[in-house]
Nanobody
Framework: QVQLVESGGGLVQAGGSLRLSCAVS????????MGWFRQAPGKEREFVAT????????YYAGSVKGRFTISRDNVKNTVYLQMNSLKPEDTAVYYC?????????????????WGQGTQVTVSS
């Protein structure tokens, strides 16, 4: 397994932007598909975005498509989530996840390593 540490969360006004980072330890980062999930208070954890191990392909939840961009740097062992045009309904704890697979992964159960989460709050 790998260890993941998220950063970059915070408070932002609606329409603003944030960039989340997830630093991954271990020498197998480039063999892992990566994903971002989020969980709002009282709600289940939901899929946000995923990227292939090579970084060549991505997939997004419909609620964030066109506003969020997932990317990765396989030299720095880091995955990013650029979030633009933020809305109050994007408020949640955001989690980074790693799955030992070359293809992108959508289901939370497909991931075997998780970060501790970072809070994103969007004010109206």
């Amino acid at each position: 397994q790998v260890q993941l540490v998220e950063s970059g969360g915070g408070l932002v006004q609606a329409g603003g932007s944030l960039r989340l980072s997830c630093a991954v330890s271990g020498r197998t980062f480039s063999r892992h598909a990566m994903g971002w999930f989020r969980q709002a208070p009282g709600k289940e954890r939901e899929f946000v975005a995923t990227i292939r191990s090579s970084g060549g392909s991505t997939y997004y939840a419909g609620s964030v498509k066109g506003r969020f961009t997932i990317s990765r740097d396989n030299v720095k062992n880091t995955v990013y989530l650029q979030m633009n045009s933020l809305k109050p309904e994007d408020t949640a704890v955001y989690y980074c996840a790693a799955g030992y697979d070359s293809n992108w992964l959508i289901g939370a159960g497909q991931y075997n390593s998780w970060g501790q989460g970072t809070q994103v709050t969007v004010s109206s």
